[in-house]
């Protein structure tokens, strides 16, 4: 299985980017897609954001990891992602989002929002899933109640596949359970899609280390193999 790590040539994500990315994977292929880091999002002015759209189609038999690094949210940073995935009944998908904050300055600056959506088709275009997020400044505070509370990081584990839930989903369950200062839940998706995990993390390490053993048991449980042993892995 080859990696694919696009590089950015700047310094991360500025105001009015928008940056688009499409990965195909043909009958049988497999990858694994990820970046050579997190993504700083830079403070951005007044309405003003960046967006990123990502599409990945996969043909029968094909087996696609997508696994890039979490957005880092500066203060002010308004951001604007989506993730268009389109399978054949045969393909397999893991995919993984993950923001955190980060006031650089330390005088307890918000970011400024974040917009969310990730989308699953079939082939013949049926939607099978979505999940939509948004979180913006207008909390006040991301420690309140029912937000974040004090969490500074969230992420998301996607696993489609028609095969083996619920192995995925009693692996994910366990394996998020042993991991400390983590928050985390799973459960089935729509329409025998496959299962999903989202965990919020106290920080990016903790982050790291939900994704990295979220990852490492789906593997394991659809190829019967780990992910020890790649020069670069996305979450490590």
Known sequence: MPSLIPQSVSGGLYQD??????????????????????????????????????TISAAADAFVEYLP??????????????LDIVLDPSATAIAGDAFLVHDPATRNQQFGSLMSETSVRRSDGRLLCRDRVRISSEERTLATPGV???FQAQGTVWVFSSSSI?????????????????????????????????????????????????WSVVRCILT????EGRRKVGWL
């Open 69 to 82: 690094g979490p957005m880092i949210l500066f203060p002010q940073a308004h951001l604007r992602t989506t």
């Open 17 to 54: 980017e928008r940056l688009a990315m499409s990965v195909t994977a043909d009958v049988g292929a497999q990858t694994h897609c990820t970046t050579q880091s997190a993504t700083v999002v830079h403070s951005m002015a007044e309405h003003r954001h960046a967006s990123q759209a990502v």
């Open 148 to 150: 974040l509370h004090h």
């Open 224 to 227: 019967g193999r780990g992910v």
């Open 166 to 214: 619920p192995e995925l989903l009693e692996g994910l369950r366990a394996t998020l359970n042993g991991v400390n200062g983590l928050y985390a839940g799973a459960s089935t998706l729509p329409n025998q899609a496959g299962v999903w995990a989202r965990f919020l993390a106290s920080d990016a390490l903790v982050l790291n280390r939900g994704f990295s053993a979220a």
